[in-house]
């Protein structure tokens, strides 16, 4: 059973950065889908980037798009979420996931899609 471990969230005044870090262990990146998601205070569970086996398709939300960047590194068994530019709406708990693919099959930004889940990282943007 693939188990996910979220790190590096934390306090970032309004345009600063955060890389975002999740480690799997219990078995391989290699064959998953994987994207992140967030949930901020009084609403629903959000999908913000996902990236495909491959590495050839990635997506992400409109609200994020030129200012995050999914990564993966299969060898090291780990995903990250680059984010920059940061506004206080991306306040959030923001978890990680993973979901078992083809290689090739473009992934997606619906929770359903997704079996295996972090515990999640807080984020908060503010001056």
């Known amino acids: 059973q693939l188990q996910l471990v979220e790190s590096g969230g934390g306090l970032v005044q309004p345009g600063g950065s955060l890389r975002l870090s999740c480690a799997a262990s219990?078995?391989?990146?290699?064959?998953?889908?994987i994207a992140w998601f967030r949930q901020a205070p009084g609403k629903e569970r959000e999908g913000v980037s996902c990236?495909?086996?491959?590495?050839?398709?990635?997506k992400y939300a409109d609200s994020v798009k030129g200012r995050f960047t999914i990564s993966r590194d299969n060898a090291k068994n780990t995903m990250y979420l680059q984010m920059n530019s940061l506004k206080p709406e991306d306040t959030a708990v923001y978890y990680c996931?993973?979901?078992?693919?083809?290689?090739?099959?473009?992934?997606?930004?619906?929770?359903?899609?997704?079996?295996?889940w972090g515990q999640g990282t807080q984020v908060t943007v503010s001056s």
């Open positions: 996931a993973g979901a078992l693919r083809a290689f090739r099959t473009p992934c997606g930004l619906s929770i359903a899609d997704y079996r295996n």
């Open positions: 219990g078995g391989s990146l290699d064959y998953y889908a």
């Open positions: 990236i495909s086996r491959s590495g050839d398709s990635t």
